[in-house]
């Protein structure tokens, strides 16, 4: 009796503290799981040894030394009571209109607390990371999370509409057509170019898909900004530069000739796809450049890193 009477308060209870915030919650995804996923195994092909071998310690043992398995961890929990503070870490609402960011001016929650946003997430989880070659001395963080939480950040950092306008959240509340069916202009750069591309240009196969960024970087179309995209002499500035350029895209490639009600197909498809793929390879490689830095055992790179 008591025990069905507390399953029952518990099941109650689950409801209003998980659904609650769940109802509240706006933009409920971020680069799609693909996406994520793909910007995490671009920067886990390029990690030295060092980090190689940290991520394997931090990683739990179910996966493998995959870190793309659990990028999307983040957006797992983001609804859970114990994570909701992490809510506002995936994006930047930025001042309508403005196509600027200004870190003191826009990284902040909606609560006006500072440092709450991607860019301030970033610096946060970066900071604690370097922590881990001090050995198990650091225990005020777990930085399995902190590892986690930079690696699909850095995601988040380069979906040029997570560093969107203010009133229309990013986008999500710009309802439109993608092709045929139902969407808003936040989703179409978070998964519907990716999806349309998977589909329509690689038969559905995303290592296909991977192999091309990957070919396009190593040697091809990008492979000669590869030096420029790593260029980072202070990765707590970085940050806010990214951010600068994602909401430039925004500006220039998002927004640009979408109302409510648009129906977008091939004309934007085929102008804003070389752009998400650019910003996937950006994302991987740069996640890369700091966790190279972060876990080196070298005295140089750490010096360059802080
Ligand atoms: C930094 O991470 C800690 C948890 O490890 C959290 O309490 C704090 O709010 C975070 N701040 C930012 C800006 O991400
Ligand atoms: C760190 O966080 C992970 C994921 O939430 C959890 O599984 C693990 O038990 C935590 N580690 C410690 C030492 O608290
Ligand atoms: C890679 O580069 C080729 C040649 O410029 C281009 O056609 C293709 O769309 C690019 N692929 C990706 C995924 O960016």
């Known amino acids: 009796m008591m025990g069905k009477i507390g399953g029952l308060f518990r099941s109650t209870f689950l409801v209003l503290i998980v659904g609650f915030p769940f109802i509240l919650e706006r933009r409920v995804h971020a680069w799609s799981k693909e996406g994520h996923i793909m910007t995490c195994k671009i920067a886990q092909s390029l990690l030295e040894r060092d980090a190689q071998h940290a991520i394997q310690n931090l990683l739990p043992d179910y996966v493998d030394g995959d870190l793309s398995a659990l990028c999307t961890w983040p957006d797992q929990i983001r609804h859970w009571y114990k994570y909701r503070w992490t809510s506002s870490l995936h994006f930047i609402d930025t001042p309508d209109n403005a196509c600027s960011f200004d870190y003191q001016r826009d990284c902040h929650d909606p ?12 610096k946060n989880f970066t900071t604690q990371l370097l922590h881990y070659k001090e050995g198990s001395s650091d225990r005020r963080h777990n930085l399995t999370e902190a590892l986690l939480f930079l690696s699909h950040f850095m995601g988040d950092i380069h979906q040029p509409m997570h560093v969107g306008f203010t009133s229309d959240e990013g986008g999500n509340t710009i309802k439109l057509h993608w092709y ?6 936040h989703h179409v750069w978070d998964r519907e170019i990716i999806l349309t591309a998977a589909k329509e240009l690689y038969g559905k196969d995303y290592d296909l ?13 990008w492979s000669d900004d590869i030096p420029s995209w790593k260029e980072c002499s202070d990765l707590f500035s970085c940050p806010t530069k990214w951010a600068v350029e994602s909401i430039n895209i925004a500006c220039k490639w998002g927004y640009k000739g979408v109302e409510d009600g648009t129906t977008l197909e091939d004309d934007y498809f085929n102008s804003r796809m070389p752009i998400v793929m650019k910003r996937l390879a950006q994302g991987g490689v740069r996640l890369a450049m700091i966790l190279n830095k972060v876990f080196s055992h070298s005295h140089e790179e750490l010096a360059a890193a802080t």
Not at 111 to 122: E, L, S
Not at 210 to 216: A, H, P, R
Request: with cysteine.
């Open 180 to 185: 045929r069916h139902k969407s808003n202009l």
């Open 111 to 122: 609560h006006g607390k500072k440092d709450m946003c991607v860019a301030g997430a970033i």
């Open 209 to 221: 898909l991977l192999e091309d960024i990957e070919g396009n970087f190593t040697d091809g179309l």
